[in-house]
Structures are given as C-alpha cells and as structure tokens.
C-alpha cells in the first residue's frame, strides 16, 4: 500500500495563511467599506432616533448613509451620482 506524506502538505498550506493585509478591517460600512468597529461594547455608527427617542436605525459617520435597524441601505449619503426625488 502506498503512503503518502499528507502532513507535509497542510504545513505549506498554512504558510499561504499568513496576514499580509496591510489594514485589517473589523466591520466596514457596507456603503464606503471604511471601519465601523470601534471596541467590543461600541461601534462606530451613529444612532439615529425617532420622535420617541427609540433607536430606528444607524448612520455611517464616514459617508453619513442611514441604515434601518435590520442594516438595510435607507439613505445614501455623500454620494452625488444618485438622482434624489425633488
Ligand atoms: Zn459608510
């Protein structure tokens, strides 16, 4: 029966994991790709309230788009090339 050195071959495939990403982003916005990690307790995102002071949602603070509770897009912000209703 043949043998063959499997060991040998997961040990290069590690090697292929080492971290070689310059910055290493935690929980970028989903809109601008920058970092919403802050800690373990908070994030980066702003929250936003209604007239009941409850939380209904978050916004990005690097390109101000909003997000509803459930991280769904509602408002695009700092981007030009969407046509907005008049
Ligand atoms: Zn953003």
């Known amino acids: 029966m043949e043998k063959r050195?499997?060991?040998?071959?997961?040990q290069?495939?590690?090697?292929k994991y080492k971290k070689t990403k310059r910055k290493e982003i935690k929980?970028?916005?989903?809109?601008?790709?920058e970092e919403l990690y802050l800690n373990d307790v908070y994030t980066q995102r702003v929250g936003l309230l209604n007239d009941y002071e409850e939380v209904v949602g978050w916004m990005c603070p690097h390109c101000k788009s909003e997000f509803d509770s459930d991280g769904k897009i509602k408002n695009l912000g700092g981007t030009s090339n969407i046509s907005g209703e008049a």
């Open 5 to 10: 050195n499997f060991s040998e071959q997961s």
């Open 12 to 15: 290069k495939n590690q090697k």
């Open 27 to 33: 929980d970028p916005c989903t809109v601008c790709d």
